[in-house]
């Protein structure tokens, strides 16, 4: 009897290009409670340019990385900051362009989920939203539940950059649940 094992990739694309940024620290750790069949790559996009209609054709070399990076995995995992109510722009231009041109969007079809970081109490609630209504435009099956409006608050991360134990159960469930909800829309 054979046994083959589904490795599922996934691309995670946080909208914070600092270099000290909670979103990308949490992506970091929330890596760490993948499952070992499950592998991770955060992908750059602070060096994609502004989203033209006039390269679509023919679009810069950092937006044909982007592009063929989404298109390589198995899922997506965004980890966003909120500014002014909404998502980052850098990570708006990012989808943008990696969605064009039309018909030809590299998120079609890929299953996601959202969580950011946030030092206020809502954490990132309305930019996860106006997030989720774009993947719905894409074709982008989203996780609905749970959702994850995480608060940066002493303890969350442990020493090691990990979750730490007061935060460790709900972001394990929620990274099991993502990871479920990949498996399940694979062909």
Known sequence: ???????????VIVGSIRRDSLNRKLAEALIRLGPPDFSFSLIPI???????????????????????AVGASQGLLFVTPEYNRSVPG??????????????????????AAVIGISPGAAGTALA???????LAFLD?????????????????FDEDGGIG???????????????????????
């Not at 996860?128 to 774009?134: A, I, S």
């Open 1 to 11: 009897m054979e046994i083959h094992m589904q490795n599922y990739h996934i691309a």
């Open 46 to 68: 602070a060096d994609v340019p502004h989203y033209n209609q006039d390269e679509e054709n023919d679009p810069p070399e950092s937006v044909r990385r982007l592009k063929a």
């Open 90 to 111: 850098v990570l708006k231009n990012a989808i943008d362009q990696a969605s064009r041109p039309y018909g030809q969007s590299a998120w079609t079809g890929k299953p």
């Open 128 to 134: 996860q939203q106006h997030l989720r209504n774009m």
């Open 165 to 187: 134990a007061a935060s460790r159960q709900f972001l394990q469930g929620w990274m099991d649940r993502f990871t479920a909800w990949v498996r399940f829309h694979q062909p």
């Open 140 to 156: 982008v099956p989203t996780l609905g539940q749970p959702e994850a409006f995480i608060q940066a608050k002493e303890g969350l």
